[in-house]
């Protein structure tokens, strides 16, 4: 059964003033959030930001990725523009989950990169899934976006969903001497855009 439409609710951010709307996968019982600012409806190509939880960037302000600097930049990015959207998906480690993922760190800390620690660990180098965000935009009555990404894989995905990406706008913050090796990874192995290889 696809995911379900909950409550929404006011949100107050260091952003401005989203409304939240909670979803949740009656299967699973997993649960995700989209955020909204200003009208969405009648602009025909909203700000959107999909993005996977990342407990350790976005709430305690890890060094070792950019998510973290992505949702904060995204945000704001919204808060100027007047409008847009956020759905925040519940699928932290690129989809292994917490404990997994931390299972991973350590054997960063050991040489490996990102993607051969998932894979050390029996998984492949990206188990998200995009599913759940046909819903949540049919909620929202919106099916064109401007998405904020770097990820090609994220705009092949949901444009297989039907969701028409009218533009692909970079999102490259937060880069430091922690990350460096993390985000060379995500563009030599995963794909993703920063600046020449774009």
Known sequence: MPV???ASCKLPTLFGEFEMHGFEDPDTGQEHVALVLGDVVTDRS???RVHS???TGDCLFS???DCGAQLQTAMQRIAEAGSGIILYLRQEGRGIGLI???RAYALQDEGADTVEANERLGFDADLRDYTVCRNMFAHLQVSRIRLMTNNPVKVNALTKLGIEIVERMPLETGQNDHNARYLATKAGKLGHLFGSND
């Open 46 to 48: 909203p700000l959107c």
């Open 63 to 65: 060094m070792r990725c």
């Open 4 to 6: 379900q439409f909950v």
């Open 100 to 102: 997994n993922k931390v």
């Open 53 to 55: 939880e990342c407990l």
